[in-house]
């Protein structure tokens, strides 16, 4: 049996019973023919086979992860020693593979929230878990709001 990597499973709680948060992958034909992917994040129910927590979809949890980035202090972010170690590397990459001897930027100037933002858009599921793991606080989930706890 394959199993699947999502994004923001085991970083997640329900904050309804306390289970986890589950992934599952839909895929509806259309049409024309083409297929839509939709990824639905809801409550394990291991500890509670009653909860009555919402699935949250993908887009939507990723629209509520980048509320809550805009919400709290960067510190509680923890990921502006992630940052500095990345300009670094990028840094070396120009001057050495791209032969670039502009001013190298510097972390300082980074827009840590917009870094943030950007990772949960585009990143790979790999970036954006990391960048979550980086939370100071446990993310929780009920009835399609984010918090953090």
Wanted: net charge positive.
């Amino acid at each position: 049996m394959e199993t699947k990597e999502f994004a923001f499973t085991r970083l997640i709680k329900c904050g309804i019973c306390g289970s986890g948060i589950t992934a599952e992958e839909k895929y509806k034909k259309l049409a024309d023919g083409t297929v839509n992917r939709h990824v639905y994040y809801i409550c394990t129910k291991s500890r509670n086979i009653d909860c009555k927590n919402r699935y949250i979809n993908e887009k939507g949890l990723i629209d509520e992860l980048i509320r809550l980035v805009d919400e709290v202090h960067l510190d509680e972010l923890g990921i502006k020693e992630k940052v500095s170690h990345e300009f670094k590397r990028y840094n070396h990459f120009r001057t050495s593979v791209l032969n670039e001897t502009k001013e190298e930027k510097e972390a300082e100037d980074v827009d840590i929230r917009n870094y943030a933002k950007y990772i949960l858009r585009k990143g790979s599921v790999i970036e954006k878990r990391e960048l979550l793991a980086h939370l100071r606080s446990q993310l929780i989930v009920e009835d399609k709001k984010l918090r953090l706890e």
